[in-house]
Nanobody
Framework: QVQLVESGGGLVQAGGSLRLSCAASGRTVSSNVMGWFRQAPGKEREFVAAISWTGGTRYYADSAKGRFTISRDNAKNTVYLQMNRLKPEDTAVYYC????????????????????WGQGTQVTVSS
């Protein structure tokens, strides 16, 4: 059983940056696709970004393209989300998740494809 712990959230002004981290424990996730999702109040949880196990394939939601960068450090069993030029509409709880498929370049965006989730970290962007 893998445990995921997100950190790095906080309050930032529009145009600012944050770097989220997701540390995995319990087992290695180095062979798994990892994803970031977010959920704003009253809205469905939505896909933000995902990265293949090698880091060679990265997939972003349109809202994240050009502003967010997903990366991973398999030696540290950790995935990151660098968020730049933040907007008030980026305000949400951000979750990381593990896709159960291993050693694959298939990078899913559907939340139903991910079966382990962290507790989330709050990101608030003020205008």
């Amino acid at each position: 059983q893998v445990q995921l712990v997100e950190s790095g959230g906080g309050l930032v002004q529009a145009g600012g940056s944050l770097r989220l981290s997701c540390a995995a424990s319990g087992r290695t996730v180095s062979s798994n696709v990892m994803g970031w999702f977010r959920q704003a109040p009253g809205k469905e949880r939505e896909f933000v970004a995902a990265i293949s196990w090698t880091g060679g394939t990265r997939y972003y939601a349109d809202s994240a393209k050009g502003r967010f960068t997903i990366s991973r450090d398999n030696a540290k069993n950790t995935v990151y989300l660098q968020m730049n030029r933040l907007k008030p509409e980026d305000t949400a709880v951000y979750y990381c998740a593990v896709f159960s498929g291993s050693h694959t370049d298939y990078v899913p965006s559907r939340k139903q494809s991910y079966d382990s989730w962290g507790q989330g970290t709050q990101v608030t962007v003020s205008s």
